[in-house]
């Protein structure tokens, strides 16, 4: 993965940042793994001062914990940091959903509930990847019911510590409940019930901090 011969104008280290941040929050790095500069730097065909950068801003982000004399490894998943942003998640979105059930267009609907059959049918395949994006495209598209299409870039930021423990939830006998959550959700927005989708969102994104430790309880060394 050569990112200096990308054709985009992100700086490198930003596409570095980019990159190792998708691999913490999908869990391919996992947590209290050792990032390497150097392993990092060849991967990516860059110098390691960019990937050194990449590290710094994930740092700040709280993805990664420097340990002087030892190296950079990849965070625990912090019980404080996911309700924190459980909580401010959740204050965008319900408002959100509220506003999408008001303004929803009948095209809007249609999209929402594609999206919904594209959950059932890869989750019966066992396509937890597939199912994880159209989880994003289903909430991007509630912010666009909703005439807040940008919001949603927003949340995104916030969310960055749920995403680690959503990643847990998407399994075989997690996957019916969520997507039983999302339909609750948007045949709300359909039947332009405002206080019936601000509800259904907020049990589904509680969702995750209530069962916290069942989902980290099999990988006891993720969290802290």
Not at 111 to 136: I, K, S, T, W
Not at 170 to 199: S, T, Y
């Amino acid at each position: 993965m050569a990112f200096a011969k990308r054709l985009n104008r992100e700086p490198v280290s930003g596409q570095a940042y980019s990159e190792i941040k998708r691999r913490i929050l999908d869990l391919t790095f996992r947590p209290g793994e050792l990032l390497s500069e150097t392993r990092l730097a060849n991967d990516f065909g860059l110098s390691r001062t960019p990937v050194r950068e990449a590290l710094k801003r994930l740092e700040t982000d709280g993805l990664v914990d420097v340990v002087p004399q030892q190296g950079t490894f990849v965070s625990p998943i912090r019980r404080e940091l996911v309700r924190d942003a459980q909580f401010a998640r959740s204050a965008l979105e319900c408002a959100l959903v509220e506003d999408a059930a008001r303004l929803r267009s009948d095209e809007d609907v249609r999209q929402l509930l594609f999206n919904l059959d594209g959950q059932e049918r890869a989750a019966a395949a066992g396509d937890f990847a597939l199912l994880y994006r159209l989880d994003e495209e289903m909430h991007a598209r509630l912010a666009a019911a909703a005439g807040r299409p940008a919001i949603w870039d927003l949340v995104a930021d916030i969310k960055i510590h749920m995403d680690r423990v959503r990643k847990l939830t998407l399994k075989p006998d997690h996957a019916p409940r969520l997507i039983a959550q999302h339909r609750a959700i948007v045949d709300a927005v359909a039947a332009r019930d405002a206080r019936g989708a601000a509800a259904a969102m907020a049990d589904h994104l509680a969702f995750v901090i209530e069962h916290f430790d069942e989902f980290v309880s099999d990988e006891a060394a993720y969290s802290s």
